[in-house]
């Protein structure tokens, strides 16, 4: 990437998001700070990255680094669910249910292209070795 705006941007977009960790922990007895906070950071850090691409990789990392953030929205509206907005234990049991779904299958799309990977780079390492 370019140096200039686009950069400063990424680079100071990354350290308001560090600061808002702390701001939602202090305003822990309030729950709906705490997912404006939350959402805010999502959704701006999806805009930063389709506006000034600072990753190197390509359309494939874009691609996960949205995926990453949506499944990230998706779990906080799930726990929106766990508040006194959804009075039914039976309901919130289904919730709880889909959202450790959600959960394991980010885990487990993480856990393949990086087993993907790492396979890939011993199997060149073994033919550079080899020949």
Same mark, same amino acid.
Do not use: W
């Given at each position: 990437?370019?140096?200039?705006?686009?950069?400063?941007?990424?680079?100071?977009?990354?350290?308001?998001?560090?600061?808002?960790?702390?701001?939602?922990?202090?305003?822990?007895?309030?729950?709906?700070?705490?997912? %404006?906070?939350?959402?805010?950071?999502?959704?701006?850090?999806?805009?930063?990255?389709?506006?000034?691409?600072?990753?190197?990789?390509?359309?494939?990392?874009?691609?996960?680094?949205?995926?990453?953030?949506?499944?990230?929205?998706?779990?906080?509206?799930?726990?929106?669910?766990?508040?006194?907005? %959804?009075?039914?234990?039976?309901?919130?049991?289904?919730?709880?249910?889909?959202?450790?779904?959600? %959960?394991?299958?980010?885990?487990?799309?993480?856990?393949?292209?990086?087993?993907?990977?790492?396979?890939?780079?011993?199997?060149?390492?073994?033919?550079?070795?080899?020949?």
């Amino acid at each position: 990437m370019e140096s200039g705006r686009p950069i400063s941007v990424h680079i100071a977009f990354y350290f308001l998001r560090r600061i808002l960790i702390p701001v939602s922990i202090i305003f822990n007895d309030y729950f709906i700070v705490q997912a %404006v906070i939350m959402a805010y950071g999502i959704i701006a850090h999806v805009i930063n990255l389709k506006s000034t691409y600072p990753l190197e990789g390509g359309a494939f990392e874009y691609n996960m680094e949205i995926f990453h953030e949506m499944t990230m929205m998706q779990v906080l509206y799930t726990m929106f669910c766990f508040t006194e907005f %959804v009075p039914d234990p039976i309901t919130r049991g289904y919730i709880g249910y889909y959202s450790m779904v959600m %959960v394991s299958v980010h885990l487990g799309v993480c856990l393949f292209f990086m087993l993907r990977g790492s396979c890939k780079s011993i199997v060149n390492k073994i033919k550079e070795f080899i020949f």
